[in-house]
């Protein structure tokens, strides 16, 4: 490695070197990196663009374009050179190049600046990755389906306030997941539609000096439409902001179902069982099995939250145009791309493989009245109004508890005390199947609906792999 051998793109209005720790303290480079093949490509576009506007002949614009592929070889190859006196890669790419090819390749940054270059690497980086994310989005609503078509019939508790409700399929609960993934995905496509915006032809800030075609060079970095004010496309982040708004939201739903796999899989639940390979052990106590990678999954989504909170900040009271404080702004939403992806990744394997136990989810729906709701609507079935039936139902539950019954072990004898509208009926009505069977209204929990749910999503998952 030598030591600062790159020249200074700004270099000809100082008299003196750069001090050693401003270098290290400004560069980007160490993590921007990561831009190279958005920057390459942009570069490659803007070549093309500056030809047409008579600034490179086609013979330099060859040499240039040629200089950057093979640049861009170089890199995917892992060959970095780690020169700290590059800034940022920006500047590395451009040097490489006038190395490469000679000072031909100082033309290529004619009337643009890396303020706008910055902001269309990003904007490029995460159009890619939301592609990427909506499809792992994806595949984790196939893992939910799965289990719900594995284990159609198993009914457990429905929870509020975390105590037992009303008895609900296990489908239909995953099946929650499914719909808060539906939007999140919705959300990132939301997002790119402000995210595609082509910001090249801005300049540093005032708007490049070249007539560049700016339509024709958003066209062929694919986007649809131009940024309309340079002041705004070289200051702007909201795109980044964004992101790392869904990004949470999405940290939100999965933190929330990891937090769910970690009760159901405690003893006092013994709902599931996580697969060892998912699990790990205590280095001091021999009898452990840790859902660890559901506590990491909803750990890391403070992380997401904190990479979102800290661009917030950053850009907060930002006077117009560009600041360095900009460059801030990689590191979060690299981070917040590669944890949510790992999460998202490693959530639908180990949905996939979580085995339920049925017999356990079914002996919880028993205990704990899940079906006074259903006692009640029994005596609004016979006309009662239905405060009253709740009162009746209350009074009742208030008997079995003190002796330690359940509803359905009570005699006729003994109901008619407290309303002579029961009958024989009461108890079919209010039991497990009927208390589901009864709920078939659009998006509730009865067998048929949820079956209905399932292929519906399907069909819509589908559908979203044709439309990208
Ligand atoms: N590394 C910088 C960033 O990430 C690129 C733009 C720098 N522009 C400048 N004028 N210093 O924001």
Redesign the pocket.
């Known amino acids: 490695m030598t030591m600062g051998k790159a020249k200074k793109a700004?270099g000809g209005r100082f008299a003196g070197p750069t001090e050693r720790r401003v270098e290290e303290y400004?560069?980007?480079?160490p993590f921007?990196w990561r831009l190279y093949p958005y920057d390459i490509q942009g570069s490659i576009a803007y070549a093309r663009a500056l030809t047409k506007a008579g600034v490179l002949t086609e013979v330099e614009r060859g040499r240039i374009i040629g200089g950057l592929e093979e640049i861009k070889k170089e890199l995917d190859d892992g060959r970095l050179d780690p020169d700290p006196t590059y800034?940022?890669?920006?500047?590395y790419i451009e040097g490489r190049l006038i190395e490469k090819i000679g000072e031909v390749g100082g033309k290529l940054p004619t009337g643009r600046?890396?303020?706008e270059?910055?902001a269309l690497d990003l904007r490029l980086y995460l159009k890619a990755e939301i592609g990427e994310i909506r499809a792992e989005i994806r595949e984790l609503q196939e893992a939910l389906l799965e289990q719900a078509e594995r284990y159609l019939d198993v009914v457990m508790p429905g929870y509020t306030h975390l105590q037992r409700a009303q008895p609900i399929l296990w489908a239909h609960h995953l099946m929650a997941y499914v719909e808060m993934l539906h939007r999140d995905a919705q959300r990132l496509r939301d997002c790119l539609e402000r995210n595609n915006v082509m910001p090249l032809g801005s300049g540093?800030l005032a708007g490049t000096a070249y007539p560049i075609d700016r339509a024709e060079l958003a066209q062929d970095l694919g986007f649809p439409r131009v940024s309309r004010n340079s002041v705004d496309a070289v200051s702007d982040r909201d795109f980044a902001l964004e992101f790392l708004a869904g990004a949470s939201i999405i940290m939100i739903h999965l933190s929330r179902l990891s937090e769910e796999i970690i009760l159901w899989a405690s003893a006092e639940f013994a709902f599931v069982d996580v697969p060892e390979a998912f699990a790990t052990g205590s280095s001091l106590m021999p009898q452990k099995k840790n859902p660890d990678v559901a506590e990491l999954a909803r750990g890391k989504a403070g992380r997401i939250f904190g990479d979102l909170m800290g661009l917030l900040t950053t850009m907060k009271g930002l006077p117009l145009s560009?600041n360095?404080d900009?460059?801030?702004?990689?590191e979060p939403v690299f981070d917040a791309v590669d944890t949510l992806r790992g999460t998202l990744q490693v959530l639908a394997s180990l949905v996939r493989e979580l085995r339920v136990n049925a017999e356990r989810m079914r002996r919880a729906t028993e205990e704990g009245f899940l079906n006074a709701t259903d006692a009640a609507d029994y005596l609004v079935s016979k006309g009662l109004p239905f405060r009253q039936a709740h009162e009746v139902v209350g009074k009742i539950v208030r008997d079995c508890l003190d002796h330690g019954k359940r509803l359905d072990q009570l005699s006729l004898k003994e109901l008619v005390r407290y309303s002579p509208l029961f009958d024989e009926g009461f108890f079919g009505y209010i039991t497990l199947d009927a208390s589901l069977h009864r709920r078939g209204i659009m998006g509730g929990t009865a067998p048929e609906r949820v079956r209905e749910a399932i292929q519906a999503a399907r069909a819509e998952l589908k559908k979203g792999d044709v439309k990208g």
């Open positions: 700004w400004t560069a980007s480079l921007d800034e940022d890669i920006h500047m600046s890396r303020n270059q910055v540093a560009y360095r900009l460059q801030e702004d990689k």
